[in-house]
């Protein structure tokens, strides 16, 4: 893969700065609330569920209601396609930072 391409591999639903952000809490804690995602990005409940509802649509994340005390939550987890990405998106971060530290050495 060329320098170029190692930019244009990943969509804009993903790569989108809030929905990164999101994918990336569900990769660290596995199963998360919408209340713990209000609560760590900040933001409206509305543009929290859109971001989500487009995660959703583009197949990285799925959601299920839970019980939770007495009441019903809903609760968000990665999906397998969600996980091979985020670990591309990884390896990404990675082969940037080995380029730069050749370049560097040179």
Known sequence: MSGD????QFD????EKTRLSMITILY???KVSFNRFK???GGSDGAIY???KKLIDGGYIKSKKEIASDSVQTVYTLTGQGKKMFQKYLG???TILVRKKEEETK
């Open 5 to 8: 391409d190692l930019y244009t």
């Open 28 to 30: 660290r804690e596995e």
């Open 39 to 41: 609560n760590v990005i």
């Open 12 to 15: 804009s639903t993903f790569f």
């Open 50 to 52: 859109t971001h989500l």
């Open 92 to 94: 990404f971060l990675e």
